[in-house]
């Protein structure tokens, strides 16, 4: 079950069965040492909705599958050293200010529509950048599908793939909420105007970091 800390919002995870059936449960937040009351109805809420959810998002039928018609996804024939990006936002004045900076970036870019889309596209192409809003296609951020199943992936591919996701609660490029949400790189809708400055730094820092792990593993 995933917690939040109302006073410092910090998020964490305890296993369901450590914490009692019938009963309230209470629990000190390890960072501002919060007291935290999570009752038996939350504890059912929570796993019920993270049941459908994931029984809507990552259920993809066989009709689905054989509809996949590679003709219609452009990415299948990129140039070897061609780069690119997925694009999940639906306010048009935010896309507005990100496409722009994708195509001087030289990145082929997937406009998707909603989280099955992306999720469905991302089944069929690796990515180089991600960018995700933070309430694309969903009304609780923190139950983001595109977001959950890039934080489930195999870390061998997830390594390969720079995140960048846009928010309204975080302030930009704030590394722990970043680390927090298990993306690259946080921008706040407020800074979408310096996207190109914000994002090229990132992408070099980045690069930096892990320059040592890859030639090692070359």
Known sequence: MEIICESCQSKFKIADEKLPKDKAAFLKCPKCENRIRVSPAAKDDDASHQQDFEEDFFSFDEDEAEGYDASDKPFDF?????????????????KKAIMPVLDVLEYHVT?????REALKTMRYHNYDLIVVDEYF?????????????????NMAM???IFVAMITRRFRTMDQMMAFQK??????NVDNISDFDKILRRAMAD?????????DCMA
Request: net charge negative; glycine share 8%.
């Open 182 to 187: 298990s993306v690259n790189l946080v921008v």
């Open 78 to 94: 990129v140039e070897e050293e061609g780069k690119t990006a997925l694009l999940c936002e639906s306010d048009p004045m935010i």
């Open 158 to 160: 997830r390594r390969e």
């Open 206 to 214: 980045h690069g930096m970091f892990y320059q040592a792990y890859k």
């Open 137 to 153: 296609d969903a009304k609780n951020p923190d139950a983001n599908g595109v977001l959950i199943y890039l934080e489930r992936l």
């Open 111 to 115: 406009d998707v529509k909603n989280g």
